[in-house]
């Protein structure tokens, strides 16, 4: 196909047809303090592929790289030991190359993984039935949200303070569109989460609670009374789970009356990767199947009694009646899904139970050791692989500070609730399985220097 650029002409004709006066009305969401005006400044014009290659190497080397420094970074993103078999097995070429299954009859091994994909994820979830997975775990809980809307046909939400506020920022843009009434709350840096006044908002007006768990601070919330609570109402119990390594070591929210369990999955077998991509989960009752969002693979047998899969559900309803579809989800983030349920197999079930307590005891113990700091109060009466610290100092300068000490201490909550002066000396810090005793050292020397 070749590349016919439109004439100015075509443009206008454009435009008159949307009703826009200008290209730049298109952009109106955008902040105006946001778009460029011209040319960046101190950004050379063009320049050779040899300089820009310099250039950029240059500018690569001022990173810090997660692998190479004491880590504790969390809050929703984890590092875990990712097996090389991970990688090597989601690179063969019918992997790596493999698309969207929209003729299942010639994608038996692609809707297979899936299948196993599908039946990892609610067995981790304790669930009846899972999808094949979401883009992420904010759109999941936007799409939870969503599904409980059309179940309950209600449309007000009640968010846990607990819930990790990017997650709530996706859901609030979606809910401009949809007339979702959110109501939301800021967390306190107390051990307390905010069960009590989730349970006692819920009202018949009430389509779904939102939980996190455990939550953006490493709280664990009993489910069980919310859950009850809620159901009570008519509404449902949407819980998300930002690091599913956590399930290896406490119960699933699904046994806990959970009706729909979403999830980040880029602990298992999914890198950093600059944040990206990852790999959204999603389970549910199976009474409710036929409002989930995204595809369902199933299992079946052929003409000749020979075993089979079968694209089961597609709720957007790709091929006929989008007008009716229950989600704008047309694909699955398949190549991390894969990565996910091989790292997942790899591991077994006796092997995330290791992993999980492998990631406790060390939390416990870094934990222990940073509340003796004269000054530094643990936040947490509970936790799995990450806490919330106290700090006598404002938290943002004193991670800045350690950074200059090549540790990357924590996230300060500063960062994720720039607005919010109370929160300005809470730390929350990550510990999984990769973290040394030279780590912990130098995590305790450091934050000891920046809280003198």
């Known amino acids: 196909m070749r590349y016919l650029p439109l004439s100015d002409a075509d443009r206008r004709e454009m435009l008159g047809v949307i009703g826009a006066a200008a290209i730049d009305e298109l952009f ?102 899972a999808n094949a997975s979401m883009y992420d775990g904010s759109t999941g809980c936007w799409e939870a949200i969503g599904m409980a809307r059309r179940i309950t046909r209600k449309k007000k939400t009640i968010i846990s303070s607990g819930l990790h506020p990017h997650y709530v920022s996706v859901c609030n843009t979606m809910a401009r569109f949809t007339g979702d009434v959110l109501e939301t709350a800021t967390p306190e840096l107390t051990a307390e989460t905010d069960a009590e006044r989730l349970i006692a908002a819920i009202d018949g007006e009430t389509s779904a609670v939102v939980v996190q768990y455990p939550d953006i601070l490493g709280r664990i919330t009993d489910l069980k009374p919310i859950a009850e609570a809620a159901q009570a109402k008519g509404a449902l119990l949407i819980a998300v789970v930002t690091e599913p390594v956590a399930l290896g070591a406490i119960k699933s929210p699904g046994e806990m009356g959970a009706d729909i369990v979403v999830g980040e999955g880029q602990s298992l077998g999914v890198g950093l990767q600059f944040g990206g991509p990852y790999v959204g989960l999603f389970a549910c009752r199976e009474k409710h199947v036929r409002q989930m969002p995204g595809r369902l693979a199933g299992e079946t047998v052929d003409a000749e009694g020979k075993r089979g899969y079968v694209l089961t559900l597609s709720t957007r309803e790709q091929h006929i ?54 000054g530094v109060r643990l936040v947490n009466d509970s936790f799995f692989n990450e806490f919330t610290l106290g700090l006598p100092v404002e938290a943002r300068p004193a991670v800045h500070a350690m950074v200059e000490k090549g540790v990357l201490g924590g996230v300060s909550l500063a960062r994720l609730y720039p607005n919010v002066d109370a929160l300005r000396n809470g730390l929350v810090v990550a510990v999984t399985e990769t973290v040394t005793d030279e780590d912990v050292d130098a995590l305790e020397a450091a934050l000891k220097e920046v809280v003198a």
């Open 321 to 374: 009646r989008r007008e009716k579809a229950t989600s704008n989800i047309c694909t699955n983030s398949g190549l991390c899904a894969l990565a996910f349920s091989i790292h997942m197999t790899l591991l077994g079930e006796k092997g995330l139970r290791q992993l999980a307590a492998l990631n406790h005891a060390r939390a416990v113990q870094v934990a222990e050791r940073l509340a003796a700091i004269p």
């Open 28 to 129: 109106r969401d955008v902040p105006e303090e946001a778009r460029l005006t011209g040319p960046i400044d101190g950004l050379p014009m063009h320049a050779s592929e040899l300089a820009v290659e310099r250039h950029m190497t240059k500018l690569a080397a001022k990173n810090m790289v997660a692998g190479q420094v004491p880590f504790f970074l969390g809050c929703g993103a984890y590092k875990h030991h990712i097996p090389a078999s991970v990688d090597h097995l989601i690179q063969r070429g019918e992997f790596l190359t493999a698309y969207t299954p929209y003729q299942p009859e010639i994608a038996q091994g692609t809707l297979q993984v899936l299948f196993e994909f599908q039946t990892q994820v609610a067995r981790l979830f304790g669930c009846q039935v």
